[in-house]
């Protein structure tokens, strides 16, 4: 049987460590991407590439470049960050640094590297309900909804795009789960966190392409 081949973003630590540890558990090739490593990443054993910032175009090449002799069975975006900003503190600056990871990053790393996905491969956008417009009932975030409901929004039109090569992808809510980004506030380990959303990439497929769920497996709104 061939080994699947997965890449993960924003792999040096929380969910994206996770991620990678559990695939390499699982017996998949790993190439996981970073901006800085880790050394419990480093320890992991899987094929380490940093150095790599998705906000920058020339970085996303040279990622492009390094893997250009890799196929790709899935493709796991989880590259991102987060300002806690309200209506009285915002920055617009720190707005659209979260757009440039969040959304345009994300959308970056994806085309450059679909021509190292296999025909029938996967693609796993890891966004948030955040990004929903009908579950928001706090306000606030503002970089951080934004960047999210945009990255749903090229998921749904990546799902069209890509279904021409029978590449299917998802857009997925990790839940609430405790990491650095949360300040460890969370109510979900990144383990669980991580397990339920190989089992959504597991179910994954042309017939469900485009669906924003919870890692859960419910269906989130719009």
């Known amino acids: 049987?061939?080994?699947?081949?997965?890449?993960?973003?924003?792999?040096?630590?929380?969910?994206?460590?996770?991620?990678?540890?559990?695939?390499?558990?699982?017996?998949?090739?790993?190439?996981?991407?970073?901006?800085?490593?880790?050394?419990?990443?480093?320890?992991?054993?899987?094929?380490?590439?940093?150095?790599?910032?998705?906000?920058?175009?020339?970085?996303?090449?040279?990622?492009?470049?390094?893997?250009?002799?890799?196929?790709?069975?899935?493709?796991?975006?989880?590259?991102?960050?987060?300002?806690?900003?309200?209506?009285?503190?915002?920055?617009?600056e720190g707005v659209l640094e979260q757009f440039q990871v969040n959304a345009v990053g994300t959308l970056r790393t994806v085309h450059a590297l679909a021509p190292r996905l296999a025909e029938g491969s996967k693609v796993a956008l890891i966004t948030s309900r955040m990004g929903s417009m009908a579950d928001n009932g706090s306000g606030g975030f503002y970089g951080y909804r934004m960047s999210k409901a945009a990255l749903n929004a090229a998921g749904v039109s990546l799902a069209r795009d890509l279904a021409k090569r029978s590449i299917s992808v998802a857009i997925l809510h990790p839940g609430y789960v405790k990491t650095e980004m949360t300040g460890n506030s969370g109510g979900i380990e990144p383990s669980d966190a991580a397990a339920q959303l190989l089992e959504r990439i597991e179910a994954l497929n042309p017939q469900n392409t485009g669906t924003f769920w919870h890692a859960n497996g419910e269906v989130l709104p719009w």
Not at 6 to 22: P, S
Not at 43 to 56: C, F, M, P, T, Y
């Open 1 to 92: 049987m061939t080994t699947k081949t997965t890449l993960v973003t924003g792999a040096n630590r929380g969910i994206g460590y996770e991620l990678a540890k559990q695939l390499k558990a699982r017996g998949n090739d790993v190439i996981a991407v970073c901006r800085n490593p880790s050394p419990e990443l480093d320890h992991l054993g899987v094929r380490v590439e940093s150095g790599i910032d998705v906000a920058k175009a020339a970085d996303v090449a040279d990622l492009a470049k390094r893997v250009a002799n890799v196929r790709l069975d899935c493709l796991i975006a989880n590259a991102g960050i987060l300002h806690g900003d309200t209506f009285d503190t915002l920055s617009f």
